[in-house]
């Protein structure tokens, strides 16, 4: 069982609607969380991270991290085309030299 | 900055042969992170380095795959002998802070085809 786990979708959704991916890790010694997208073909690139519990919100993107429930989600707000890609979950411990430990990732389409 | 360079960009070998990937880091960035994907196990770490010291390698899949980090400017993944299993895009990134500081930035990958 992977540590770090997400739905694969893909998740479509309508151009201005909101795209809600979810991410559940099994550490429970996880204190960061990171959101990265990665388009077809190209390297992944970071949106956003999360530390303490609740909601952070930067331009268009939420995160939402609750430890209670060991669960971290990533809002899109209007949603556009060009936000399709893979959306990928990242968590770090310090159990584990805080190296980040990747989910498999959410492809989202965005139709327009 | 020119961010992370990674070379060669696409790499196809026969069975066997030696394989040596390279990357250079973002100047000043201070840990250095080797990741492979493939469809089937996502992104997966192989090895990272802080201050150019191997950190935790147990991600490394087996003694064909090694890597060295001579300066803080320069590291390489080597393969020998490489096999079809070992196809995948391999990513370097780096990152600035303390021991596996979290903040990547991935170089654009090396795509390995071995037939």
């Known amino acids: 069982q992977k540590e770090v786990e997400q739905n694969s979708g893909p998740l479509s959704v309508p151009e201005g609607a909101i795209a809600s991916l979810n991410c559940t890790y099994s550490d429970r010694g996880s204190q960061s969380f990171f959101w990265y997208r990665q388009y077809s073909g190209k390297s992944p690139e970071l949106i956003m991270f999360i530390y303490s519990n609740g909601d952070k919100e930067e331009g268009r993107f939420t995160a939402q991290l609750n430890k209670a429930s060991q669960y971290v989600s990533l809002l899109i707000r209007d949603s556009q085309p060009s936000d399709s890609a893979t959306y990928l979950c990242a968590a770090s411990s310090n159990n584990a030299g805080n190296m980040l430990t990747f989910g498999g990732g959410t492809r989202l389409m965005v139709k327009p | 900055d020119a961010g992370v360079i990674q070379s060669p960009r696409h790499e196809v070998t026969e069975m066997g042969q030696e394989v040596t990937l390279r990357c250079k880091p973002i100047s000043g960035h201070n840990s250095l992170f080797w990741y492979r994907q493939t469809m089937m196990r996502g992104l997966e770490l192989l090895i990272y380095f802080n201050n150019n010291v191997p950190i935790d390698d147990s991600g490394m899949p087996e003694d064909r795959f090694s890597a060295k980090m001579p300066n803080a400017s320069f590291s390489t993944l080597k393969i020998q002998p490489s096999e079809p299993r070992d196809s995948a895009v391999y990513f370097c990134?780096?990152?600035?802070?303390?021991?596996?500081?979290?903040?990547?930035?991935f170089g654009a990958g090396s795509r390995l085809t071995v037939l």
């Open positions: 990134a780096s990152s600035f802070g303390g021991t596996g500081a979290n903040v990547l930035t």
